[in-house]
């Protein structure tokens, strides 16, 4: 089979395809042919090197993907694999295949597992949130930021979302009910704080803290709090912001979650996907030998929900 390969950590350009030996399942695990799979930040982080843990050379990268079950015939998307979906098949452990809902391409399968798991993580198990509340999506035209708009619509809470382009502004308002805008606006929180009648946000959902957790502290309502999914640095904030709102920062990282608690948000996603709430974005698709480009655009375009790759 055909399977993009990293030898070597470093540049986009270590991404390589190469013929590798289908994979043999055993017990409890799933030979998947793979027709897409999700592209994600981490994914480029890993592969320059630059993450807490990292595999064994050489690898596969990828852990999202949709496909067709080789035992069954079934489709299925998968939220997690042995040898990596960035190939034209995945070994996946058994809990890690779910059925692909009616209607959602193989493409819209691939944007499933990181993105609606971590949305619903940030959201419910870490932020608590409850219909009604104010919630600003700091980023919702990502991967993780249209899944997060569509479960936060879906719980009745009042969503704001904002997109660095037009084209991703488009997307975020397309979602529903919404107030959108645009975050490289240096005056955007103002204007967000000045739609809350200027009480601020009881949730900020924060796609890239290093650049607005200091300024997100003070578009808090009291009793407000940060949630932080994503950050690429370190970032100065003003305490005494936390103090006057009685604030707090949450953090989360989606491996730290516990077994019942993943099978919780990946239920609740495929009860909304069954239901049709919930409707993934698939922004871009690249073929499988295009890995190094989809990692440079994933960094350096703007988002446009996910990125995924073909076989
Ligand atoms: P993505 O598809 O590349 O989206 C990135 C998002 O960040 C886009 O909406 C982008 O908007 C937005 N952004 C860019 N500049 C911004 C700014 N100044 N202020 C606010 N938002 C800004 O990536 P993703 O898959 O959604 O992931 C987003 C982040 O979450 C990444 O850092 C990723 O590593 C992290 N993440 C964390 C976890 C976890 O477990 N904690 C899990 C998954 C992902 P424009 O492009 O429209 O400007």
């Known amino acids: 089979m055909r399977a993009v390969r990293v030898h070597e950590f470093g540049d986009p350009d270590v991404l390589l395809l190469e013929e590798l030996p289908k994979p043999e399942p055993v017990e409890g695990e799933v030979l998947v042919r793979v027709q897409a799979a999700g592209v994600n930040p981490a994914e480029t982080y890993v592969r320059a090197g630059a993450y807490s843990e990292l595999p064994t050379l050489p690898y596969t990268p990828g852990a999202d993907g949709a496909g067709v079950r080789?035992?069954?015939?079934?489709?299925?998307?998968?939220?997690g694999s042995l040898g990596g979906t960035y190939a034209e098949y995945a070994l996946c452990r058994e809990e890690d295949v779910r059925p692909l809902p009616d209607g959602l391409s193989y493409a819209q399968g691939a944007a499933l597992g990181i993105p609606y798991t971590t949305a619903y993580r940030a959201l419910f198990q870490r932020?608590?949130?409850?219909?009604?509340?104010r919630v600003l999506i700091h980023g919702?035209?990502?991967?993780?930021g249209l899944p997060t708009m569509q479960l936060a619509l879906a719980a009745g809470l009042e969503v704001?979302?904002?997109?660095g382009s037009e084209a991703g502004r488009e997307?975020?308002?397309?979602q529903g009910d919404v107030r959108v805008l645009d975050h490289r606006d240096p005056s955007h929180l103002e204007a967000a704080i000045e739609h809350t009648g200027g009480r601020g946000f009881d949730l900020i959902v924060e796609f890239l803290a290093n650049a607005n957790l200091g300024a997100d502290l003070k578009?808090?309502?009291?009793?407000g709090r940060v949630m932080v999914v994503g950050s690429r640095g370190p970032v100065e904030i003003d305490a005494r912001d936390l103090m006057n709102a009685e604030g707090a920062i949450l953090g989360m990282r989606l491996p730290n979650a516990r077994p019942h608690e993943v099978e919780a948000a990946r239920a609740a996603v495929d009860a909304g996907?069954?239901?049709?709430?919930?409707?993934p974005v698939v922004g871009r698709e690249?073929?499988?030998?295009?890995?190094?480009?989809a990692h440079r655009l994933l960094m350096e375009r703007p988002a446009l929900g996910r990125l995924v790759l073909v076989p």
């Open 171 to 174: 997307l975020v308002a397309a």
């Open 70 to 79: 080789m035992d069954t015939g079934e489709r299925v998307y998968v939220t």
């Open 273 to 279: 996907l069954n239901s049709g709430v919930l409707r």
């Open 160 to 163: 704001t979302g904002t997109a």
């Open 219 to 223: 578009a808090l309502a009291p009793r």
């Open 286 to 293: 690249l073929p499988l030998a295009e890995a190094p480009r």
């Open 140 to 144: 919702a035209s990502g991967g993780v």
């Open 127 to 133: 932020a608590l949130a409850v219909a009604g509340e």
